[in-house]
């Protein structure tokens, strides 16, 4: 069955550090970048980075630059968003997403969500 | 306040034709292919038409897309009560480097 699942989202603490992952399944991992985007529940959609199927690609928002690393192995066929110093308002559902690998970053398979609330 | 400028809402009634605008600029939509979204409540989004104007195995051909300059325009025709969700457009930016998402709008079957 083809699909992306995360994990490792909690509670944690202002100022602390958390590890996502998103383990793939059904389908060639290494053959597609990769893309974590975020949702506050009942809102807006967010990017929050990019990596190329090699890895030697990476791009992140503007908002968690120098603060959330992306990373992945392809030999556990596994995303991962390192995310340190964590603020409030990164309080939301972090979904990993598959890049079809076409023109314009179409997303085509996404995971249900790990929710991360930054809470004291 | 997203890059990607969308309605807030949109609504129609069964049968009828709803479109649904996004506009940007020519860093991102002017420069790049739009993608949109669906996401049914309580679930995570799923791409419903991709470069512009295609669409992946399994949805209907009810759904179409279009672009033009810096805007797109997602079109529903023969409106169905389960296309009641939001709808996002999409596309990658050149200046920020990275993907960048319209504000949803919120579909309404009346």
Redesign the interface.
Known sequence: QVQLVESGGGVVQPGRSLRLSCAASGFTFSFYAMHWVRQVPGKGLEWVAFISSDGSRKSYADSVKGRFTISRDNSKHTLYLQMNSLRGDDTTIYYCARDLGVPGTPLDLWGLGTLVTVSS | Q?VLTQPPSASGTPGQRVAISCSGSSSNIGS????W?Q?LPGT????LI???NHR?SGVPDRFSGSKSGTSASLAISGLQSEDEADY?C???DDS?????????TKLTVL
């Open positions: 997203s790049n292919s739009v993608n979204y996401q995570a989004p799923k791409l991709y470069s512009n992946p996002y999409a596309g990658w920020l480097n990275g993907v960048i998402f319209g504000g949803g």
